[in-house]
């Protein structure tokens, strides 16, 4: 997966250009040291600029943000009113500046220059930072609320914590996290050798990315411990920022772009002769960036992402068409979309693609006539597959899907809010749908899906622990259905979706870091620190009999894994594990257990028993 860059240079800023930001999919806006607010739009690739304004001889912008405007519909009076621009100047000031380029309001905020600004999560206000060491916090108006922070040096880079309880910022090499909610003292830890740079706090999944003057970027969990360290670069990290759904960022340094993972390994290493970059803005979709270095403004897309399926392999070779080879056959097709493809999500014998407009459903066995239907929003944020049946997930809603295309219905639950959705607490199986409260992240909503019936609700459950991760498993009947999760203790439960009573839920392990559940057989894979286990029998955990729990578990510890290892998949007795710097692992686990499993389904008792004296004959030899 790698970044196909464009630079759009041509009638466009005479000067350095030192923001970006994006008003559409389409749209991007550019300011810089020749006071022109630029917009370009984009088409096949290329951007036809046009200048929206001229600002005052002293006016030098430092940031630029649009208001975050909700991604689900709203009416044309209402999205005027959010198209409004924050532009942060050398001045001190700060502007709320309207589409067309005229400046509703400016207002003095510090003494010295603005660094930064940067509107909350859901627009109601916004926070500025400056070379007095002040960080102040505005009303969507552009009235003083408070000044959170009075310190001693310049602050250079601030952000908002996904639920805008906290800020983060940085003085010299420190970063620090000061709550809005309390008088306390700043949480402060040393980032980096150097001054920090630059800073992005993800709204998704709460990870921190820092750059600084050590060429090095770091990323950081929401606590401010370090999960990556990058080896050092030849120039400062100037710019970074994470994509909308916050699976990869973007890193800017003199003459070099990288797309990075969550967890910090480089997909890829994109070298310019533009100089450095000052400024990076992602499309709201996460397929498109923009960036701005010297008098340039570069553009460019994601292209190279590969998913994998059973024997297929689906690869995105240019933003409009995907190359799908069947491994061990050396057969391809190669498939164009009509527009520029979004999401795409792959298992179960279909591969679903997602565009601006439109969702296309292909078969593995068929893929010449996809099922094709349109959307009724353009803010598809991600895909959850399951067997007979898929979720598309917005902002705040999902609605569901058979794979004809046709539509299953709208899940609700009791107290659904404005606020977004978090896809890793999203679990689909055949006949059920759990989904963690978008405010409360203890309360688990349990719905039912059934044929040709409403889904609906049938149990809520509450954890004693926030979660951070959900995962039902996919095969039996619906009266075994079982829950894994993941506490923010990274204590690994198991739940029984239909039973009652003190047994429902047990904890079966701790120090999880995250875990998946096999697709074809009741096998549950999690990673356990180091070490990777796996419970071949997993409906044992609700039995008092802690030996048989243990008897059927299996543990790998081995230093292939690596530091910081993701569990990517779980199928015909292999579980495929992503280290840490980017390298596929692939573990043989249960494949006797997978065919026990099918002899069992079908009722095949004496093959099942020759099986197992098999099984343990091999163990035995082994």
Request: glycine fraction near 6%.
């Amino acid at each position: 997966m790698r970044f196909k860059i464009s630079v759009q240079s041509s009638s466009g800023h005479k000067n350095l250009v030192t923001c970006v930001a994006w008003s559409s999919a389409e749209e991007i806006f550019s300011c810089g040291e020749d006071h022109l607010l630029i917009c370009w739009y984009l088409e096949s690739g290329n951007a036809h600029s046009t200048v929206i304004t001229e600002f005052p001889s002293d006016f030098f912008p430092t940031s630029m943000q649009w208001h975050p405007r909700p991604n689900h519909l709203v009416t044309a009076s209402k999205k005027q009113s959010l198209d409004v621009l924050l532009i942060t100047t050398a001045d001190g000031r700060f502007h709320l500046v309207s589409k067309n380029g005229r400046i509703e309001k400016s207002i003095e905020a510090h003494k010295g220059a603005a660094t930064i600004g940067k509107w909350s999560t859901d627009g109601s206000v916004l926070l500025t930072a400056g070379e007095d060491g002040l960080i102040k916090v505005w009303s969507r108006s552009g009235m003083l609320r408070s000044v959170i922070i009075r310190g001693n040096s310049s602050i250079l880079t601030s952000d908002w914590s996904p639920d805008c309880s906290k800020i983060l910022y940085s003085q010299g090499g420190h970063l620090f996290f000061q709550s809005l909610n309390s008088n306390s003292k700043p949480y402060k830890w040393y980032a980096h050798e150097g001054l920090v740079l630059t800073v992005c706090w993800n709204h998704s999944h709460g990870f921190i990315i820092s750059g600084g003057e050590d060429c090095r970027y770091k990323v950081w969990d929401s606590n401010g411990n370090q999960i990556y360290s990058s080896s050092p670069s030849d120039y400062p990290i100037t710019a970074v920022n994470w994509c909308s759904s916050g699976d990869y960022f973007a890193i800017g340094s003199y003459n070099m772009i990288k797309l990075c993972d969550k967890t910090g390994w480089s997909h890829s290493l994109e070298r310019i002769n533009a100089g450095s970059v000052y400024s990076i803005a992602w499309s709201s979709d996460g397929t498109q960036v923009a960036m701005t270095c010297g008098s340039n403004i570069l553009t460019g897309h994601i292209i190279g992402k590969r998913l994998e399926w059973n024997n297929y392999e689906a690869t995105l070779i240019k933003k409009e068409v995907l190359e799908i080879r069947e491994v061990g056959n050396e057969i391809h097709e190669m498939i164009e979309i009509s527009d520029r493809v979004v999401q795409l999500a792959f298992g179960f014998d279909h591969l679903i693609v997602i565009t601006p407009v439109q969702c296309h459903i292909y078969s593995v066995t068929n893929w010449n006539t996809p099922a094709i239907f349109d959307l009724k929003s353009s803010s598809v944020s991600a895909v959850v597959l399951a067997n007979k049946h898929f979720l598309l997930m917005e902002w705040n809603s999902i609605t569901l899907y058979n794979y004809q295309g046709r539509l299953l219905g709208v899940p609700k639950w009791k107290g659904m809010t404005q606020e977004p959705l978090y896809p890793p607490c999203i679990s689909l199986c055949v006949d059920t749908l759990v989904i963690r409260d978008q405010k409360n992240e203890k309360l688990l909503h349990v719905l039912e899906i059934s044929y040709n019936k409403p889904i609906v609700e049938s149990q809520s459950h509450t954890h004693p622990q926030n979660i951070t991760q959900l995962a039902l498993n996919h095969i039996g009947s619906s009266s075994d259905r079982q829950l894994a999760l993941i506490d923010i203790t990274k204590d690994l439960y198991l739940i029984s979706i239909r039973a009652t009573g003190y047994r429902r839920a047990c904890k079966i392990a701790g120090m999880a870091q995250n875990m998946t559940w096999a697709i074809d057989a009741n096998v549950l894979a999690a990673m356990l620190d180091a070490t990777l286990s796996v419970w071949l029998c997993p409906n044992c955990v609700h039995y008092s009999d802690r030996k048989i729990i243990r008897r059927t578990r299996i543990d790998k510890e081995s230093s292939e894994f690596g530091k910081q290892p993701t569990i990517i998949s779980a199928y015909n007795g292999m579980v495929n594990i992503r280290r840490g710097d980017g390298a596929l692992v692939s573990s043989q686990f249960y494949t006797f257990f997978t065919s026990l499993h099918q002899l069992i389904l079908h009722k095949k008792w004496k093959e099942s028993l020759s099986l197992c004296r098999i099984a343990q004959f091999v163990f035995f030899l082994e």
